[in-house]
């Protein structure tokens, strides 16, 4: 691979990611929050949240092959289940850094800190995915994949860990037991895993994009409620 190619896959997997990490950031009108949380959230997620998501993925996927049979069904557990919890697990640990436990001072920021690390995330996955096709597939079907990722992904990513985030953010703001955030978790992987499984249909209907487009407009939906949430949380607290 060519710096030029290497360059402009970090370009296209990275860009996306920061340019909405500026957007969520900036949805709040009033006390926005400091850049250098901001960063160590984006930062956690693009390096540690991946190194431990990946091996909790494996952990617990090679136990529960030795339980499921079924090949089709061990594929969509994988999908829709073991990838949502481990990766929405791993995401928010962001939010318990000290420099960015600190700012935890309103109702939105653990919407918002949540957010940008499942952005962090979202970028290194672009840039694994990115990359495979790349090798494999050739440059148009990169910049297609990347494209398509790039927009469907972070918001999934941001939209699901930003829900976590605010439970977090309310245990901290009012000194409640860590398992108030349970409720918050599982939201979080309903959301991740609810659109993993919109995805599977397009394997299951051959040829249509059923799956494609509805997991397009869920994630649509789903920042656009979080966008919402930020905003009026933002204005009560002014």
Request: aromatic share 14%; hydrophobic share 55%.
């Amino acid at each position: 691979m060519k710096l030029i190619e290497i360059i402009l896959l970090f370009l296209m997997a990275f860009l996306p990611a920061l340019i909405y990490t500026i957007w969520i950031r900036n949805t709040e009108k009033y006390h926005r929050e400091k850049w250098i949380p901001i960063i160590l959230c984006f930062l956690w997620g693009a390096t540690i949240a991946i190194l431990a998501s990946i091996i909790l993925e494996l952990l617990i996927e090679n136990i529960t092959i030795f339980a499921v049979n079924d090949q089709s069904i061990y594929l969509l557990i994988t999908t829709s289940v073991i990838a949502p919890f481990a990766e929405e697990l791993t995401k928010p640990l962001a939010l318990s850094l000290k420099r960015v436990k600190r700012e935890l001072i309103e109702p939105e920021d653990g919407l918002i800190y949540g957010a940008i690390a499942g952005l962090g995330f979202s970028a290194t996955e672009n840039l694994f995915y990115g990359a495979d096709a790349f090798l494999s597939e050739g440059l148009l079907y990169f910049i297609i994949l990347i494209s398509i990722r790039s927009f469907s992904g972070c918001l999934l990513h941001a939209s699901a860990t930003a829900w976590t985030g605010y439970g977090y953010g309310k245990v901290v703001m009012k000194h409640n037991r860590l398992i108030s955030i349970l409720p918050y978790f599982i939201l979080a992987i309903i959301v991740h895993g609810f659109y993993n499984f919109i995805l599977t249909f397009d394997d299951i209907l051959t040829g249509l994009s059923i799956g494609f487009f509805g997991a397009l407009i869920f994630v649509i939906i789903s920042i656009h409620f979080i966008r919402k949430k930020i905003i009026k949380l933002d204005a009560l607290n002014h």
